[in-house]
């Protein structure tokens, strides 16, 4: 069995899920530590972790320390967003995000946002641009990212393996780039919110459009066009200046709209309560180790105690300690009394 830098207890289905994940995303980690891959696979085989193994692992690169430090140009190749379609100038402008309704009755919002360095932050960038890096969320958790290589083509990369997860991406990025929906998926609708900077958009014009006046303004010097297409070309046409009320049959849709969300703030907080207890049982269990590990200690100082009260002298050393003992009890308490009679009875026992 190899060594482990801590004590080994039994380790629970989520923490072996967890780091069973964790080595399939390194895969050199045989190459660059095989201690600690022989560690990973004897706990996924025996059921037995080490307190600091999970750790140990995140700390060690995906790649296991053999590739180049530059972000590697890989995954399966996508179509690209659709300037025709609200969801595609969004992603191409710097993020969407948008909830897919599953056959199976979920709804899982996904967010994918571009962003890259600016002095010691982050600031939002366009899909493609230069040092920007597009990453992929579900309930805030990463799941993939994409990247643009150099001849242009949108690639994808996917680390989850949850079914209804993986329907959500790519029900959403076909639905950006005007394609028909996957399998699995029934509906997308993006949120009311820019594509680049992200923030709620309450003006109709900039809803339709999926980029916020002050963002749109910064490339095309204009904050009032719509996004509304001619028929010969794509250029931009201004809307008309007055709107006609929307008719009940959009105010039903905006009414589902309203249900779906609330319905799906309840899923997220259903989950969060979900997370929170599980994360309290395992406290709770580890807790119980830790108190069991206590008591195993607190018996064997007293076996220890007693082996040595075992050997204590006889005869004249035994007097001489009982008169130790009394001047001891005069001048101090019992802790220094019972520690100078324990270093007696070693030297007495040699």
Known sequence: MPATRSPRRPASERQLNFLRSLAQERTGLAVANPALAAE?????????????????????PRDGGSAPA???????????????????????????????????????????????RSGRG???AALGEQ???????ILGSKVGWLNVDADGRLLLTLRTRRDDAI?????????????????????????SRCGRCFRTLTDP??????????????????QHIAAVRVEQGSAFVPEPATRPAAPRTETVYRNREDALAAEQRRFEEAEAEMNRLVAEGERREHERAYEQEAREERAAGLVALAAAAERRPTGDAARARDLIAEALDAYF????????????????AR
């Open 70 to 116: 530059a972000r590697r140009q890989d995954g399966e190749q996508i179509a690209p967003p659709s300037a025709g379609m609200r969801a595609g100038r969004m992603l191409l402008a710097g993020g969407v995000e948008a909830t897919a309704t599953l056959e199976s009755g979920r709804h899982v919002t996904v967010s994918i946002r571009t962003r890259k």
């Open 122 to 124: 982050w600031t939002n």
């Open 167 to 191: 329907a959500a991406v790519r029900g959403v990025l076909d639905f950006a780039a005007g394609l028909s929906l996957p399998a699995g998926v029934e509906r997308v609708q993006e949120a």
């Open 333 to 348: 308490g019992e802790p220094e009394t019972s520690f100078a009679l324990r270093i007696f009875d070693q030297l007495a």
């Open 131 to 137: 040092d920007s890096r597009t990453s992929i969320s």
């Open 205 to 222: 014009v900039s809803i339709d459009r999926g980029i916020g006046p002050e963002c749109f303004g910064r490339d095309t010097g204009s």
């Open 40 to 60: 990973v696979q004897d706990t996924l085989e025996n059921g037995f972790i080490a307190r600091d193994l999970i750790d140990r692992v995140m700390a060690t």
